[in-house]
């Protein structure tokens, strides 16, 4: 048995089926005097899963325990509680979770201080490493877990995203997102999607069944799943087939029949496709780990079995961002940091609503969008590696799965041009720039963005007007945070912070807050005083602090200052004054149809 397969299948298989398989282990590790004490709710099971509660029959008061539940901790202090209610003398707990079990050592030396019990914890890492203990060990493995793992056999593609943008396409991206992570900054794009598909489309031939593909099959079998692929694909398959078909380091990655002119993939590169497979869902685990720590840490008081819901509607929230707020939601997720960051509320909003459409009652309703809200501002904002690579994983395949399903042509194209960028950089981006300011440095999307983009040759420009308004938000965060919030700073906390509309105001919070950062802000005056000064900020365009801030923004994000003059040379102004005039009727014909006299 595979030690990584076992965890994998540790996280998939059912409660009953953990229970049996982990008896049987420890029943390997500890010896057979153990027996059932009987069945369900027989002083100190759960009444939620089912687990094993069993005692050794020469010292009645040693047990052991199996479960699924997420918060360990509670889990072992409820169940030494139950033994000890119903009468039992409890000396030592074996407790086996499916889950993993951080600083595990730590946990049982606490736990036993606090409970006057020995325990001792068998975790996932724990069952791992004793997958081939012994033969009764290997067969409950294969009995109870290797079913938890027959998704694997039908799986052509990662199981994330859930909800794939079109029909059969998520197993396209899964190959066309590990080429081109193999492939960054080492060739064109282009290349990586048109080596993905052809590799993808072969995935399934095997010389010795006879199953070999035509270049013609191959064609047809990618237009079928992606016709836009034929915009590019057929003035490229050719070359990229001899490419694929010609050795390196000794080996091919494509083989080339050319009696029969076919191809297939040799049976290392399937075997490696299969490998990588393994470790997109393993990724998924790692993550949800991460997740489940983050809602232990919260300490929201849920019932085990709503509780255990939560880390799948993480995940569905996740999911629902990308889908819902589209390439920004991409880009702040992108591992190679090619994101604008995402606004909290949006974050809110679509956890409520996948939270909704759960049966679950009102109280518990509350709480966990709450939980979700807590375990993605972590996430988001200061996350661990592992789910930075997972939410970058699936960044690549929803910019796959929108390029493939509009025009692959885009991939080339944003390729190429990037050196040939000269962007205007509008205020949105400058006011998120300027909102990440405290963040560890892996999470300042916004700030590596513009890095990235300075680093590809584009020229940044900040002009007079996007001056003045990212002035002005600011003086407006300004204005609100003295008629507002002032009084009360010493008492806000997160929750009351989310819920200002100003992301300045919520970033400063945020910053303060963190109190494991000597560097945190103590003041709202200390604050804004990382970007202007602010005892100069006496109006929307105050010239004073507008100075300040415009050698800020260029210095840090490497931009380039254009006044009104510079910029109006530019622009021819027949078509200036024909944009101004039908910007004015259009906000007078709405104003008129809603009756609102701000557009009259």
Known sequence: MNPDLIKLALEHCGTSEFEKYSQTVLGALIGPAFKPLGGHKDGGADGFVDLGIWEQTDKPNRFFQASKTLDVEKKIRDTVARLKEVGRDVDLLYYASSLIVPYIDKVEMTLSDELGVTIKIYDRNAFAQRANFNKDVEA???QYLRPALHF??????????????FQNAQAVCAFLSHELERRIGTTKTLEGVCDGLL????????????????QAQILEKIENVIPTARKFLRGQIGERLEALTAKKAGARTVNVHTKEGAYCLPFEARKQIRESLVEDEQLKVEVTDAFRKRIVDASVDLEDKVLEQVPALIHTTVEKLFEQQGYNAVRHFSEEGEQGALDARSVIEVAGDVVDAVKMDHPSRVKV????????????YNSEPVERSYFGRLARTYVLLFVLKNTPELVEHFNSMAKHFVLYIGTDILVRAVSEYYLPTDDQMTVNTLKILRQAGAKLILTAPTLEEVHSHIYAADREFDNTYAEVDAIVDRDLASESDRILIRAYYYAKLEHDNPKRPRSWGAYLGNFLTREKLLGPTSPQSMRSLRDTLTIRYGLSFEDREDLMREIDQDDLKKLTDAIKKLRKDGGRRHGDSRFQ
């Open 140 to 142: 409950a493995g294969a």
């Open 152 to 165: 694997l056999d039908e799986l052509a593609a990662p199981s994330y995203p859930s909800q794939p943008v």
């Open 199 to 214: 590799i993808w489309a072969l995935e399934e031939t095997d010389p010795d069944a006879g199953k070999l593909l035509t």
């Open 369 to 380: 969008k709450f939980l979700i809200k807590q375990v993605l501002r972590g996430a988001l």
